[in-house]
């Protein structure tokens, strides 16, 4: 059987403590069966997706034979480019300017920046190398303005960590970024909307799919497709790919 992640392990443990204490219900102490899992399943007043979620943690803890929910993929929302900038100029500290910037430019994850190490980075061909989901490792294009805001990062912070960003957690980073969508005007912002934003940008400017592929890390095009190819063309000349 595929292992799992651990983020993924967390969250199937989740729901299985979720379905543990339904079978204890009324101090009762009831077996788990596929007859319980579907009932449980059932009394949950949750979106599909999410529905669907729990549905597949119960079969891989309990082996059960439950129907597949299907999982609709949402259209990603996606920040126009006077929001992106917006966000920069609103940023209250070096930090939060710099993160911006690299992860709208590359397309990273979060988790791929955070994790950069100095040894990571290649300034003056303007990449870096970040660690995949799964551990791969691939090298990213950071652009002009990535590559420009990584090298004033390093100039200012005073630190002898190996880590680009030192020792700050995702936790850290998601609360400063959500505040700073706030001081924005940008309601319902996350980091990873920057990811969306620079792969839409470059979708809607007409670039390849195997480009936008490349650009994301996917390890296959379906999976780009899958995730960017809903939206119609829209009006091509409001957007710039170049940031």
């Known amino acids: ?8 392990e967390a969250l199937y443990a989740y729901w299985g403590e979720r379905f543990q204490r339904y079978l204890e219900r009324d101090g009762a102490d009831r077996p788990p069966t596929p007859q319980e899992a579907q009932a449980f399943l059932a009394s949950l007043k949750l979106r599909p997706n999410t529905l ?5 943690a119960l079969r891989r803890l ?3 034979d439950l129907p597949s929910a299907p999982v609709a993929l949402l259209e990603p929302q996606y920040l126009s480019l006077t929001q992106v900038k917006e966000l920069v100029e609103k940023a209250p500290s070096l930090l939060e300017r710099t993160l911006v ?6 397309a990273a994850r979060i988790s791929e920046v955070l994790n950069l190490h100095l040894a990571d980075l290649e300034l003056d061909l303007g990449v870096a190398t970040v660690t995949r989901k799964g551990g791969r490792r691939e090298r990213i294009n950071l652009g002009k303005q990535g590559t420009e805001a990584l090298r004033e990062w390093l100039a200012w912070r005073q630190s002898r960590s190996p880590r680009v960003f030192m020792d700050y957690t995702y936790q850290d980073i998601y609360r400063r ?3 700073l969508g706030e001081l924005a005007g940008i309601p ?3 980091p990873h909307l920057l990811r969306h934003s620079r792969v839409m940008h470059l979708r809607l400017a007409g670039r390849e799919w195997a480009d936008i592929s490349e650009v994301c890390g996917h390890t296959s095009i379906e999976t780009t ?3 960017y190819g809903r939206r119609k063309a829209e009006d091509r000349a409001a957007l710039l790919v170049d940031f």
Request: glycine share 6%; no cysteine; charged share 20%.
């Open 1 to 8: 059987m595929k292992s799992l992640s651990p983020g993924s």
């Open 52 to 56: 669907a979620i729990a549905a597949r």
């Open 62 to 64: 309990y082996d059960f």
């Open 101 to 106: 910037i690299v992860l709208f430019s590359s």
């Open 177 to 179: 970024l959500r505040k």
């Open 188 to 190: 319902g912002f996350h």
């Open 225 to 227: 497709v899958k995730l």
